[in-house]
């Protein structure tokens, strides 16, 4: 009993955190029964509803465009995972080789930046600086002599396009994981082989490589979780009818038909499908990096 | 002792990697200049294509027309209040959550049972239309709580703060506890005068999240007078949507080019990140290192 009124005041810190997350995070996930339903949202959440057993996912699993969104999901992120891995690790190892110390700093400053705008802001930009007739960069193709290139309305280019300029506006961010790795480096290591004789790039290779391998590793364990996140802000604002079938992810699809066709039944049960996948892929991504790692979260 | 390895005074590596450094860095800045170069051109040196990192035949046109805009400075208001109502409710929320969490088991029996509460949200969500219709369920369409309540707990920054928390030695505490400090003085006695740092970081994080947030604001405002200026950027510069207009903005949007006015509003749309970005950029970095890896 005294335990429980010493306990009280922490209950009541959390309370307020735990009722918004109940309402804005647990009430949805009971929501999903709307994937088994003909919703009519003037019925309500929770009203009486029409159920329809499996219908919603019988008629979308039918649809050739379904198949497409999945495959272009998985690309596009499968894409973006290895590139988001592989480019930040070089770069890190790049700003880590600079001595002088001014910059560096300015250099990590300037690449950390397209982290913090809005694809809203940057979606914009690019539609800009990549539009075939006056754009930035077909200005510069031509001058080079080539013709120029549709990237955000041709179905050739648009995956390329996403996956890019995804890299691009992560990969400084994605420096600084690594960044602080190299500096819980043991500077012994490198006398030591100094005095074995490795150059800098012997030294990279046997050093500063197996020194960051344990974040490699997790951030690559815990990246898997993404797999069916391809990015829905960079895509819902650098899209278009005619990239469709290339460029369609789930969650764009899951906006178009949910909240623009207003097929409320049908868009859940794509969610819940998302939702499902994603589970596993996250429950098994923190259970390896817990237990490889010894990664704990809370 | 030195951290790195000694290089010798010249070699072809450290001009290559300079080289290629600076072009990584370049390439991250260009476009945004590009952009506000265009902004302030006239709007037919923009039309041509003539235009590249420095205005030609300088002009403020664009930015006259945009601030005659109503609906830009109705938006502009709206998201100033939700990043001072939203950044608020986080950052309290995120201290009073994170101190139970922090605690040892034998301190607070309950803490795993909350830590699985928490962690649940990481793993699984509804979806979308769920999402969508328990707020409209609230009754909270159209109003600025759709824009601040739904989020009003990142998980993330939990993790964060009660990461650092739990750094704080435990003798502090303790000693507070014996001259009969409740929980509640030690939170805000001891724990929050210690933690500026990663409250800075959290805040941070809130506040540009809250600035750079639009899809809410698109989906759950149905009168466009609701939007937050990244929501209305968006309609105006991706969807380019003019149905908002008046038909005398429709005959002066004539005289100006689109290009230039969608410029110039992209780049208003950026200026406050870019502001204050090169000062707090510390404090992000150091949240992502305290807060081990993101997930």
């Known amino acids: 009993?005294?335990?429980?009124?010493?306990?009280?005041?922490?209950?009541?810190?959390?309370?307020?955190?735990?009722?918004?997350?109940?309402?804005?995070?647990?009430?949805?996930?009971?929501?999903?029964?709307?994937?088994?339903?003909?919703?009519?949202?003037?019925?309500?959440?929770?009203?009486?509803?029409?159920?329809?057993?499996?219908?919603?996912?019988?008629?979308?699993?039918?649809?050739?465009?379904?198949?497409?969104?999945?495959?272009?999901?998985?690309?596009?992120?499968?894409?973006?995972?290895?590139?988001?891995?592989?480019?930040?690790?070089?770069?890190?190892?790049?700003?880590?080789?600079?001595?002088?110390?001014?910059?560096?700093?300015?250099?990590?400053?300037?690449?950390?930046?397209?982290?913090?705008?809005?694809?809203?802001?940057?979606?914009?930009?690019?539609?800009?600086?990549?539009?075939?007739?006056?754009?930035?960069?077909?200005?510069?193709?031509?001058?080079?002599?080539?013709?120029?290139?549709?990237?955000?309305?041709?179905?050739?280019?648009?995956?390329?396009?996403?996956?890019?300029?995804?890299?691009?506006?992560?990969?400084?961010?994605?420096?600084?994981v690594y960044l602080a790795a190299i500096t819980g480096i043991d500077p012994n290591l490198y006398e030591a082989a100094q005095i074995d004789g490795a150059n800098r790039w012997k030294q990279t290779l046997h050093v500063t490589l197996p020194g960051m391998k344990m974040v490699i590793v997790l951030l690559m364990v815990l990246s898997l979780g993404n797999l069916l996140n391809a990015g829905f802000d960079q895509v819902f604002n650098l899209y278009s009818p005619t990239v469709y079938q290339t460029g369609d992810i789930i969650d764009t699809f899951v906006y178009r038909i949910g909240l623009l066709d207003a097929q409320f039944g049908v868009a859940t049960a794509v969610g819940l499908f998302k939702s499902i996948i994603s589970f596993v892929f996250v429950s098994v991504a923190y259970f390896s990096a817990y237990h490889f790692a010894d990664y704990r979260i809370f | 002792m030195q951290a790195k390895p000694k290089s010798k005074p010249f070699s072809w590596f450290s001009v290559i990697n300079t080289i290629i450094l600076t072009l990584a860095a370049l390439s991250c800045l260009v476009p945004i200049i590009h952009i506000a170069a265009i902004s302030f051109s006239s709007s037919s040196a923009a039309a041509t294509g003539i235009v590249t990192f420095w205005p030609v035949d300088f002009s403020l046109n664009s930015y006259q027309y945009v601030i005659k805009r109503a609906q830009f400075w109705q938006s502009m208001l709206v998201s100033l209040e939700r990043i001072t109502l939203g950044g608020g409710i986080n950052l309290l929320l995120i201290i009073l959550s994170s101190f139970p969490l922090s605690k040892e088991r034998h301190e607070f029996r309950a803490r795993s049972f909350y830590a699985w509460l928490f962690f649940i949200t990481m793993l699984f969500s509804g979806g979308l239309i769920p999402w969508y219709m328990a707020i409209r369920q609230y009754k909270l369409l159209d109003s600025i709580w759709a824009l601040v309540l739904p989020g009003a707990v990142p998980v993330f920054s939990v993790i964060l703060m009660l990461n650092f928390f739990r750094q704080i030695p435990k003798e502090l505490s303790e000693a507070a506890c014996i001259d009969g400090a409740g929980q509640w003085r030690i939170l805000w006695q001891i724990y929050v005068p210690t933690s500026t740092p990663a409250i800075a970081t959290v805040l941070l994080f809130a506040l540009v999240g809250h600035w750079n947030s639009w899809f809410d604001g698109l989906i759950l405002m149905n009168n466009p007078d609701h939007y937050p200026l990244q929501s209305y950027i968006q309609t105006i510069v991706v969807q380019r949507t003019y149905s908002m207009l008046s038909r005398e903005e429709i005959q002066q949007l004539a005289t100006i080019s689109d290009r230039t006015l969608r410029s110039a509003q992209i780049f208003l749309g950026s200026l406050p990140i870019i502001l204050v970005y090169p000062f707090l950029q510390r404090y992000f970095v150091k949240g992502i290192v305290l807060g081990g890896v993101k997930g």
């Open chain 1, 1 to 176: 009993m005294q335990k429980l009124r010493r306990e009280l005041p922490l209950h009541l810190m959390i309370l307020p955190g735990v009722i918004l997350l109940i309402l804005f995070q647990y009430v949805p996930m009971a929501g999903i029964i709307i994937a088994f339903q003909k919703f009519i949202p003037a019925k309500g959440l929770f009203g009486d509803q029409k159920w329809i057993g499996l219908d919603n996912f019988r008629y979308v699993f039918q649809l050739p465009s379904f198949t497409a969104v999945i495959g272009n999901t998985v690309v596009i992120s499968l894409y973006k995972i290895i590139l988001g891995l592989i480019v930040p690790v070089i770069f890190a190892i790049l700003i880590n080789e600079v001595r002088n110390k001014r910059f560096k700093t300015s250099i990590q400053t300037t690449i950390y930046l397209p982290h913090f705008l809005s694809w809203v802001v940057l979606g914009g930009i690019l539609i800009d600086i990549l539009s075939p007739s006056d754009g930035l960069v077909n200005r510069m193709i031509k001058a080079f002599g080539g013709s120029p290139i549709f990237f955000l309305g041709d179905n050739k280019w648009f995956q390329f396009t996403l996956i890019f300029s995804e890299t691009w506006k992560e990969f400084g961010y994605g420096t600084i």
